[in-house]
């Protein structure tokens, strides 16, 4: 008899449960990835864990990568009989996403994490601090749907800790900025209201930072050091090369992402307004509407700065991301054109070899 499991556990509710009504009446079930590994993945289901693929119809329809399972994502499935796996048919609805430009690509959207609830954004109080890129992180959180909490790990590597964390909190305002030393255990007890039953948090920043050894903290054993690889066609030692959700002893669920060596940002005007609301506050004072801050009468973005009540350092960035955003959107509408072209011209040639065929 298979041992059951409790979905909740998962991170499944109510919203999650209406959305699958209609796969349940036709006999689907439903699960959650937890890891990927090319194309096979794991999945969390109430009879323990499963392997599974997509089929070939959800492969054949995905725009790209966006509309594939992604660590996080809750999936409707089929069992495979006889074979003890699983295929996927379709993605529940995401209640929260992760996405940046791939890595080398100026267009195509990777999906890092799915359904998260809070995401720590991790950076080290050593060579790797730097609050312009805590901005970039934030702007990614902003638009994912999930709450932001910046974790400034390693705090027994410097003495004026305090510090740098009002510093960060000047640049992350509204979002709790902990500082913690991973390492030594000091300070980890603040994560864990964010991490009750059922309850996603994921763990981002740049590689060294120390998100596996908070995650390890967490889940209280070496798991990240230790754990093999469970996909059968995987070799070698689990290291963070992948992304994986684990379940916490109290409930919760943490995912640990790679390093990310290349941040590129998708368009996210939602997230750049949270991330710099002081400056779109300003911004929105200025007497023209489409004021380009650069000179114009009655720029109110120009009086702050030089009134020094914005940090300059910060609105430079605040520039440089728009720039990169519109640059973005414009790749964007060119790939989409592209795409509609390439998919009327498909259209095309079908409706031709069906009326061959009919001669």
């Not at 209609?22 to 969390?44: D, I, K, T």
């Not at 590129?264 to 710099?276: A, I, N, P, Y």
């Not at 414009?330 to 390439?342: H, P, S």
Request: aromatic fraction near 6%; hydrophobic fraction near 40%; charge should be neutral.
């Amino acid at each position: 008899m298979e041992e059951r499991h409790n979905l909740e556990t998962y991170g499944w509710d109510e919203s999650f449960a209406a959305a699958f009504a209609p796969f349940e009446s036709e006999g689907f079930e439903a699960g959650r990835v937890f890891l990927q590994h090319n194309r096979a993945l794991l999945l969390y289901t109430a009879a323990g864990e499963l392997q599974a693929e997509t089929t070939g119809r959800l492969r054949f329809h995905a725009r790209g990568a966006e509309d594939l399972p992604a660590v996080g994502d809750w999936v409707a499935f089929r069992r495979v009989a006889g074979e003890g796996k699983a295929k996927i048919h379709e993605i529940l609805p995401r209640r929260s996403k992760f996405s940046r430009r791939a890595a080398g690509s100026e267009t195509l959207e990777q999906i890092v994490a799915a359904n998260v609830d809070t995401v720590f954004l991790v950076t080290g109080l050593d060579d790797d601090y730097n609050p312009r890129r805590v901005e970039r992180y934030l702007i990614m959180a902003w638009e994912s749907g999930a709450e932001p909490v910046v974790v400034l790990n390693k705090a027994d590597l410097l003495e004026e800790v305090e510090g740098r964390r009002l510093e960060i909190e000047r640049v992350a305002p509204g979002v709790p900025v902990l500082a913690l030393s991973a390492k030594r255990g000091v300070g980890v007890e603040q994560l864990l209201p964010y991490v009750g039953r059922g309850r996603t948090v994921a763990l981002m920043g740049s590689s060294g930072t120390g998100k596996s050894t908070i995650t390890n903290r967490l889940l209280g054993a070496e798991v990240q050091r230790t754990q093999e690889v469970r996909l059968s066609d995987a070799r070698g030692r689990h290291t963070t090369t992948h992304r994986e959700l684990f379940v916490l002893p109290g409930g919760g669920l943490v995912l640990d992402t790679p390093g990310m060596r290349e941040l590129q940002l998708l368009v996210s005007e939602k997230g750049l307004r949270e991330t710099f609301e002081e400056i779109e506050e300003v911004a929105a004072l200025c007497r023209f509407t489409d004021c380009r801050h650069e000179g114009e009468p009655g720029c109110a973005v120009r009086e702050a700065l030089d009134a020094g009540a914005l940090d300059p350092g910060r609105y430079q960035n605040y520039r440089k991301m728009q720039a990169e955003m519109r640059h973005a959107a414009t790749l964007v509408d060119q790939r989409k054109a592209q795409d509609e072209k390439a998919r009327v011209k498909r259209i095309h040639r079908d409706m031709k070899k069906i009326y061959k065929s009919r001669k």
